[in-house]
């Protein structure tokens, strides 16, 4: 097997989610497939029909403070009065045959990888959550006959009505 080019650990440290979609900001993927930012927007910018919304879109200004707040790594964009692109996964892909560079299609091939492996671990979570839930509403059940019991306990015992007078016992 090949040595990779850039460990998948830090490719998943790129991905951000934002708008509800996991991406990665053209900063990072710059970085990834070995070329400068500008030269990768210039890619976008001259092949816009590739990157609909679903594989690109531009960051707002309150969503780039977010993110610089959030990632260290990010400081950079703090005072650049540029607005960032977040690629998601096909959106990284696509961009990589832009580009054409040995580099970046070897990389392009990590950052799916990347995108997987999280799905995965996504599943993996809800799968655990359901486990647990199906978990609670069984032992709710048996605790609510355990908690009946203790209910019934903690009641005052009901006094035995006595007969006045005397008794022939």
Same mark, same amino acid.
């Given at each position: 097997?090949?040595?990779?080019?850039?460990?998948?650990?830090?490719?998943?440290?790129?991905?951000?989610?934002?708008?509800?979609?996991?991406?990665?900001?053209?900063?990072? !993927?710059? #970085?990834? @497939?070995?070329?400068?930012?500008?030269?990768?927007?210039?890619?976008?910018?001259?092949?816009?029909?590739? $990157?609909?919304?679903? =594989?690109? $879109?531009?960051?707002?200004?309150?969503?780039?403070?977010?993110?610089? &707040?959030?990632?260290?790594?990010?400081?950079?964009?703090? @005072?650049?009065? #540029?607005?960032? @692109? &977040? =690629?998601?996964?096909?959106? *990284?892909?696509? !961009?990589?045959?832009? %580009?054409?560079?040995?580099?970046?299609?070897?990389?392009?091939?990590?950052?799916?990888?990347? $995108?997987?492996?999280?799905?995965? *671990?996504?599943?993996?979570?809800?799968?655990?959550?359901?486990?647990?839930?199906?978990?609670?509403?069984? @032992?709710?059940?048996?605790?609510?006959?355990? =908690?009946? &019991?203790?209910?019934? %306990?903690?009641?005052?015992?009901?006094?035995?009505?006595?007969?006045?007078? =005397?008794?022939?016992?």
């Amino acid at each position: 097997m090949p040595k990779e080019i850039v460990p998948i650990e830090r490719i998943e440290k790129r991905i951000l989610v934002i708008r509800n979609q996991k991406v990665i900001l053209d900063k990072d !993927l710059a #970085a990834l @497939y070995g070329v400068s930012t500008k030269r990768l927007n210039e890619q976008v910018k001259r092949n816009m029909k590739r $990157f609909p919304e679903d =594989f690109m $879109f531009q960051l707002t200004r309150k969503e780039k403070q977010r993110v610089v &707040a959030k990632c260290d790594h990010l400081h950079v964009l703090k @005072y650049s009065p #540029a607005l960032p @692109y &977040a =690629f998601t996964e096909h959106g *990284a892909v696509m !961009l990589a045959s832009v %580009l054409n560079s040995p580099i970046a299609v070897q990389t392009s091939i990590l950052v799916v990888r990347a $995108f997987i492996k999280l799905r995965e *671990a996504l599943a993996t979570h809800k799968d655990i959550m359901h486990k647990i839930d199906e978990l609670e509403k069984k @032992y709710d059940e048996q605790f609510r006959v355990v =908690f009946e &019991a203790i209910r019934q %306990l903690m009641e005052p015992p009901v006094p035995r009505k006595r007969k006045i007078g =005397f008794s022939k016992d």
